[in-house]
């Protein structure tokens, strides 16, 4: 499953989130890093989920860039 990300950047480093996973949520000093904690976090969160029996929700949010 491909879920989306948002990365945001923040005061010196970077946060992302996964609109489809509430809670899921990681930070890092750079993009790269920021791209690689949320994959850990998702493989995690996802795991969490099984353990405890909950359904794993479909991947629904798009993602588009939009000119202004």
């Known amino acids: 499953m ?10 010196g480093n970077y946060s992302a989130y996964v609109p489809d ?12 890093k920021t791209q690689e ?3 850990e976090a998702i493989r995690f969160h996802l ?4 353990e405890d ?3 794993i ?3 629904v949010t798009v993602v588009d ?3 202004a």
């Open 37 to 39: 904690a949320i994959r």
């Open 2 to 11: 491909r879920y989306a990300v948002v990365i945001e950047r923040a005061d």
């Open 57 to 59: 929700p479909e991947p």
């Open 21 to 32: 996973l509430p809670g899921c949520v990681a930070v890092g000093d750079t993009v790269e």
């Open 47 to 50: 795991a969490g989920m099984r």
């Open 65 to 67: 860039y939009v000119a």
């Open 53 to 55: 029996g909950a359904p």
